[in-house]
């Protein structure tokens, strides 16, 4: 079993940034997939960055450029620098942790932070 626990999201100003924080728990965090998902009022989960066990990662074409996902293995902790921040980021937060496992990858999800982005 895996837990995930986001922190760091908060109101910001346009233009402002943030740092989100993903902390988790158990044993082979180097070997998990990690992802940051958003998620709008009356809109769909979307995939917002991803990072690999490799460290290759992907963003979301709506955030390339402003945002910067990275992960410490020595912390169990995977991060997601955002800058330049727009309204339309405005949304709750999920972490993302797919985890391998003898049958097929199991995915466990954070309780979500939510941040919002307004003057």
């Known amino acids: 079993q895996v837990q995930l626990v986001e922190s760091g999201g908060g109101l910001v100003q346009p233009g402002g940034s943030l740092r989100l924080s993903c902390a988790a728990s158990?044993?082979?965090?180097?070997?998990?997939?990690m992802n940051w998902y958003r998620q709008a009022p009356g809109k769909r989960r979307e995939l917002v960055a991803k990072?690999?066990?490799?460290?290759?990662?992907n963003y979301a074409d709506s955030v390339k450029g402003r945002f910067t996902i990275s992960r410490d293995n020595d912390k169990n902790t995977v991060y997601l620098q955002m800058n330049s921040l727009k309204p339309e980021d405005t949304a709750v937060y999920y972490c993302?942790?797919?985890?391998?496992?003898?049958?097929?990858?199991?995915?466990?999800w954070g309780q979500g932070t939510q941040v919002t982005v307004s003057s």
């Open positions: 993302n942790a797919i985890v391998p496992s003898a049958f097929s990858p199991v995915n466990y």
């Open positions: 158990g044993r082979g965090f180097s070997g998990y997939v």
């Open positions: 990072i690999s066990s490799g460290r290759s990662t």
